[in-house]
């Protein structure tokens, strides 16, 4: 491994790493509701739920909002990157889920600026314009730092679903070899989730995961909750 690769793979891991302070922990996506509706109740129910919400739900979305946004960045296309951004900023179901998003991206893009800036990031962020979510945060500190898309979708997405994972875990419960399990199963449809948001245009984006979307919003009114979305 050359030097370069090995730097991009150390910061890759870094970044999408359940250490790098993000705040992710404090998230749940609506998986909270679900379990108190008694939607998810076991591993089964859980992975079923993911499953949804990675291909036909924000975990797509999300990708194509990164892939499109390191594209735009690396090339300098920064109209492009500001109309990405401002597309993603408002492709959130509910006014929690645009929290978990906007938060986690500040912090990521805070984060990295302190401990791994690089010339062009500071020009990459100002011309976003506003808010700039987790997917696109990911996907213009990776291009700063030119590190190849197809790893970065996979890492990313593989990171999302983790931290919804650990969610379950800790409101099904489950115990820690089940969810490793869980994450196993689901590494086909990371996989192929990950290819179709590589190819996919910004046309394709879409949702059909309305159980899921329905859960982060009656989330904002739950009585007794542990987490923020």
């Known amino acids: 491994m050359r030097a370069a690769e090995a730097a991009a793979l150390y910061r890759l891991m870094t970044w999408l790493s359940p250490s790098f302070p993000v705040g992710a922990f404090s998230y749940s996506s609506g998986i909270e509701w679900a379990v108190e509706a008694g939607d998810i109740a076991d591993a ?18 999300d990708g194509v909002f990164l892939a ?7 090339a ?3 109209p492009a990157l500001a109309g990405i951004a401002e597309l993603a900023s408002v492709f959130t179901a509910s006014r929690e889920r645009h929290l978990e998003t906007s938060m986690q991206g500040r912090a990521f893009v805070e984060v990295a600026r302190a401990a791994w800036n690089c ?6 962020i100002a011309s976003c314009g506003g808010a700039i979510v987790y997917p696109i945060a990911v996907g213009i500190v990776s291009a700063a730092h030119t590190i190849p898309l197809e ?3 996979h890492a990313f997405l593989h990171a999302v679903v983790s ?18 399990r869980l994450l196993a199963r689901l590494e086909p449809a990371v996989t192929a989730t990950a290819g179709r948001a590589l190819n996919a245009s910004l046309d394709n984006l879409g949702s059909a995961t309305f159980r ?8 904002e009114t739950q009585y007794t909750r542990l987490f923020r979305s």
């Not at 089964?44 to 797509?60: I, K, V």
């Not at 969610?167 to 419960?173: D, I, K, S, W």
């Open 44 to 61: 089964a129910s859980l992975q079923a739920w993911l499953t949804s919400m990675l291909t036909d739900g924000g975990g797509f979305c």
């Open 68 to 74: 499109h946004a390191q594209r735009a960045a690396s």
């Open 76 to 78: 300098g296309d920064e």
């Open 119 to 124: 010339a062009s990031l500071d020009r990459l």
């Open 151 to 153: 790893p970065v979708v």
């Open 163 to 180: 931290n919804w994972i650990s969610a379950g875990a800790r409101l099904v419960p489950l115990g820690q070899t089940e969810c490793q």
């Open 212 to 219: 899921a979307d329905l859960a982060g919003i009656r989330h």
